[in-house]
């Protein structure tokens, strides 16, 4: 599996070393998408994540300004 990270959105969480980031990464030289997963420091181990498209994506930003905290 080939990744290129194309963007660090965001640092949602972190636990020792690992941290949970927002992406925009490129997977297998195909389509970017937005990404949600954990990483090790060097970004060379990942855990298993959550993938976006653009709309999805935007349809998460939306959901989120609804839900009440």
């Known amino acids: ?16 070393v690992w941290t949970k980031e927002l992406n925009l990464i490129r997977w297998n030289n195909k389509w970017d998408k937005y990404d949600i997963r954990d990483w090790s ?12 498209t653009h709309d999805e994506i935007i349809a998460l930003k939306y959901a989120l300004e609804f839900f009440e905290l």
Not at 1 to 12: C, H, R, S
Not at 41 to 52: P, Q, R
């Open 1 to 16: 599996m080939e990744y290129q990270i194309l963007d660090q959105i965001a640092t949602l969480g972190k636990k020792g």
């Open 41 to 52: 420091d060097d970004h060379t181990t990942m855990s298993k994540g959550v993938t976006l």
